[in-house]
């Protein structure tokens, strides 16, 4: 039975397996060797996915769900999802427990589902395509990921009838895809750009082993932000001339996006291109229309602060690596806002050499994806992945100060203990938050988890001993346990209230460092 490769993009989804010690694409019914990642819902309530949902969203796009990736483990009031809200066609709640909840008329759906229906049909296409049951995966994800992320990517896999053999990063996907056969040993940067997230890691790699140096990202910087600012730029100019707004009109607004969008893509090989609109708002005007030029330079001037992120983030990986860009002998370029020239010429700027665009940067990644999975089904050790996690994890002490237990660019997996102490005389539990990031205090980090340690003896603060363990698997997957020392035995550990007061936190003077 074959084990599949996934890549679930932002926009879209590619799927690939290695066939006779050759990775391949599954193509689908009309040889088109990617996905579009969205849902979309009828008016008799029949869903679809794929090319079908992208159809129905230039005409519904009120009914049709996109960039579910990017919403995936996501709390509803966190800063970035708040700035990604005026950008979708759809409904945006707040669920009960505080995540986001996708609306279409009366029906609410969790990114995770959404996640969960493109990955049941990439499924599908690849049963179709091989001809027998599909049930194992490798499904990549951005560096960039957390924890929460992860492991609702996971189970968005496990919702659509696949078990996940690993979840591998995507940098190191498209790592796999360049260097599958190579022996020569040589540092590679891979520069990943797609339509949700970008990522940039710095890997070692040869004789089948793959070791990162060092990851980065930002899951809130991709292509579709690109074709947010052209698609601004285009109602800006329609609303100078005119005085009405399309932002307010959800299909002008998406044809709008679809238009920029496609302009983006033509002034990757041409120097200016038209964008013209007919009847963009008929319920106002049937002879209201958009009649614009683009330029290959206004683009690159319109989007230059988006591919400077880019860089920063590069820089920041770097200086966390002690690398520098001559450190590297290969840029290689994967994900489809690399084919942009301004980004190409950047790129080439900051490193000081071209980039390697041979590999298709829409396909790499679930080659890679696929190429791991052919390992892991094999049991083979010609391949070694060395990754790792891109955020420091750490746990909260007395005054919200956060104690790092593990660094960033640690390898997985990994596991580290800590022993603490309580805060004040007789405290019979402690409260445990983990937290992700680089900040010194709580408020500037990403809370993971919340646990509460019970029935500790009583005694003078500072006299009880309780070790913490958190390890991470191979997945970048974290789990937590808490013992009392003094009971010489396990306590329940058990998820409580986000809320809770930092009253009965641990005490920041740690008895013992194992």
């Known amino acids: 039975m074959p084990v599949i490769g996934i890549d679930l993009g932002t926009s879209n989804t590619c799927v690939a397996v290695v066939n006779n010690g050759r990775p391949q694409v599954i193509l689908d019914e009309k040889g088109r060797a990617t996905l579009p990642s969205m849902m979309s819902l009828n008016r008799k309530d029949q869903v679809f996915v794929g090319h079908m949902a992208k ?18 483990g996501q709390r509803f009031n966190s800063e970035d999802v708040q700035r990604l809200l005026p950008f979708l066609t759809y409904k945006v709640t707040q669920t009960d427990n505080g ?14 589902e959404v996640s969960a229906a493109v990955l049941k049909k990439v499924k599908s296409l690849a ?18 990921f957390d924890n929460t992320q992860r492991k609702e990517t996971k189970r968005a896999a496990e919702i659509a009838g696949l078990e996940v053999l690993r979840i591998i990063n995507e940098p190191t996907a498209a790592a796999l895809a360049y ?35 060092a990851t980065g990202g930002d899951t809130f910087l991709g292509g579709n932000d690109f074709n947010q600012i052209v698609a601004n730029w285009i109602i800006d100019r329609f609303r100078t001339r005119t005085r009405i707004d399309l932002a307010d009109h959800p299909i002008a607004k998406q044809r709008i996006l679809d238009a920029a969008e496609f302009a983006k893509i033509q002034l990757s090989t041409q120097q200016e291109v038209r964008i013209e609109l ?71 700027e900051w490193f000081g050499r071209a980039p390697n665009t041979q590999i298709n940067p829409d396909e790499a990644v679930g080659i ?49 203990s800590r022993t603490f102490t309580t805060s004040r005389d007789n405290q019979e539990s402690v409260i445990i938050s983990i937290f992700q990031g680089e900040g010194s205090h709580t408020q500037d980090n990403i809370r993971l988890a919340t646990f509460e340690l019970a029935n500790i003896r009583h005694a003078k603060r500072m ?25 010489n035995q396990s306590q329940s550990v058990q998820i409580v209230d986000m ?14 460092a194992l």
Request: contains cysteine.
């Open 55 to 72: 159809a129905q969203m230039s005409v519904e796009p009120e009914r049709t769900i996109h960039s579910a990736k990017r919403l995936l």
């Open 99 to 112: 995540l986001v909840g996708l609306v279409v008329d009366d029906h609410c759906f969790s990114p995770t």
């Open 127 to 144: 049963e179709t395509a091989l001809r027998e049951p599909v049930t194992q995966a490798v499904i990549s994800v951005p560096a960039h």
């Open 179 to 213: 260097g599958f056969g190579m022996d020569a040993a040589h540092t590679i940067a891979v520069y990943d750009f797609g339509g949700g997230t970008f990522d940039i890691s710095v890997l070692e790699i040869g004789d089948g082993i793959y070791n990162v140096l």
């Open 278 to 348: 007919l009847q963009i708002a008929p319920e106002i005007s049937p002879s209201l229309a958009i009649n614009d030029t683009l330029t290959r330079a206004q683009l690159d001037a319109l989007c230059a602060p988006l591919v400077d992120r880019s860089l920063d983030i590069c820089q920041s990986v770097f200086d966390s690596a002690g690398l520098h860009g001559e450190n590297v002998d290969q840029i290689v370029m994967v994900g489809g806002m690399t084919r942009m020239p301004l980004i190409r010429k950047k790129v080439q």
């Open 368 to 416: 890679g994806a696929a190429i791991q999975a052919m390992a892991l089904d094999a049991c083979t050790d010609d391949i070694l992945l060395l990754d790792v996690i891109p955020l420091t994890l750490s746990i909260e002490a007395a005054g919200g100060i956060c104690i790092p237990l593990i660094p960033k660019n640690t390898k997985v997996p990994h596991r580290v």
């Open 463 to 487: 006299e009880p001993r309780i070790e913490v363990s958190l390890r991470i698997d191979v997945n970048g997957i974290l789990s937590i346990t808490a013992v009392d020392l003094d009971s």
């Open 499 to 512: 809320n809770l007061k930092a009253l009965d936190a641990l005490n920041a003077q740690e008895v013992d």
